[in-house]
């Protein structure tokens, strides 16, 4: 049986978000992934509403570390634990896409399926889209909407792809590093440079053999670097998140990190965010038009007729 009503309008849209409805945000979320137009009315509301309640408002939180190391277990602990508190929660998690058919396992869902009765709780997924640095081209206007829409915290999952893993710092307001105990992880965040983009790092699985060696290896480095009294260091916190242990002292540590930041720190902060959103959105449509005007450009490259700065120039001059 089909209904004969009309379908809703941009506006009767934009009113529902605003009134705090979960069904309109999750279409404002679907507009906006597709980046249609229709999602610009519904995202300057969503920003004007999370500039309504300052920058001290919403939390957003970046989980980001290698695969395997929990981050999704840990993201769920916390939705527990936050919830416990009487906290409104909501979580992008952006899962890998397939280099070949583009498609993605969106199985952040399926990890916390348990919160899918709570109305406290929003979690979405996003696919990748073979973007660099963890986070797909329209993560920054999802997590605009997630704000605006008035959770207490916006938690983005990131999909753990080691090196280039340090776009989640220009996302969020506080980035939460997860490592593990046995595989080395420690180590592998100095060679990666991660380390530099951690506000607080949370060695999961701390109930495996050598977290006590992880912790004094990742602490030390932290007095490597240059540094003065203005300097954060990232507190190290073991967690068993399959257990639900040291969620307590996750969260006072993020805490405590937006009270260093403070009103100007946490302001420049979401300025950082909106110059790496619209940079963002810059190269994704320079890409698409180049894709446009390539023709047989690279495959000129490729038998040396043309070498690859004049290429560039010539993609460039037809975006």
């Not at 997630?146 to 980035?175: K, N, P, Y």
């Amino acid at each position: 049986m089909t209904s004969n009503s009309p379908p809703p309008t941009a506006h009767s849209l934009e009113d529902r978000f605003r009134a705090g409805d979960l069904r309109a945000l999750a279409r404002a979320i679907t507009l906006a992934e597709s980046g249609l137009d229709a999602a610009r009315p519904l995202l300057r509301a969503a920003r004007e509403l999370a500039a309504s309640r300052g920058p001290g408002g919403t939390v957003v939180l970046g989980v980001t570390g290698s695969p395997g190391s929990g981050k999704s277990t840990l993201t769920d602990a916390l939705i527990a634990f936050l919830r416990a508190q009487g906290q409104r929660v909501a979580v992008l998690a952006v899962d890998p896409s397939s280099p070949y058919s583009g498609g993605a396992i969106l199985g952040d869902r399926i990890r916390m399926l348990r919160h899918h009765a709570d109305e406290g709780v929003f979690v979405r997924s996003l696919a990748s889209r073979g973007a660099l640095g963890g986070l797909s081209a329209r993560t920054m206007q999802v997590l605009a909407l997630l704000e605006g829409a008035g959770f207490d915290w916006v938690i983005l999952e990131t999909v753990g792809v080691g090196q280039s893993e340090v776009d989640v710092a220009a996302a969020c307001d506080h980035t939460l590093l997860v490592v593990t105990p046995a595989g080395g992880d420690g180590v592998q965040a100095f060679k990666a440079g991660i380390m530099e983009i951690a506000d607080v790092i949370a060695v999961n699985k701390a109930d495996l053999p050598g977290a006590d060696r992880t912790v004094r290896e990742l602490m030390a480095a932290q007095g490597l670097g240059k540094h003065d009294e203005h300097t954060w260091f990232a507190p190290v916190r073991r967690t068993v998140a399959a257990k639900g242990e040291g969620l307590d002292k996750i969260v006072d540590a993020i805490l405590s990190h937006r009270a260093f930041l403070g009103e100007e720190g946490l302001h420049e902060r979401r300025e950082r965010r909106a110059e790496f959103e619209v940079r963002t959105l810059v190269q994704d449509r320079v890409l698409k038009r180049a894709r446009a005007v390539s023709g047989d450009l690279y495959a000129r490259v490729a038998r040396g007729e043309l070498d690859a700065d004049a290429a560039a120039d010539a993609l460039l001059a037809g975006a």
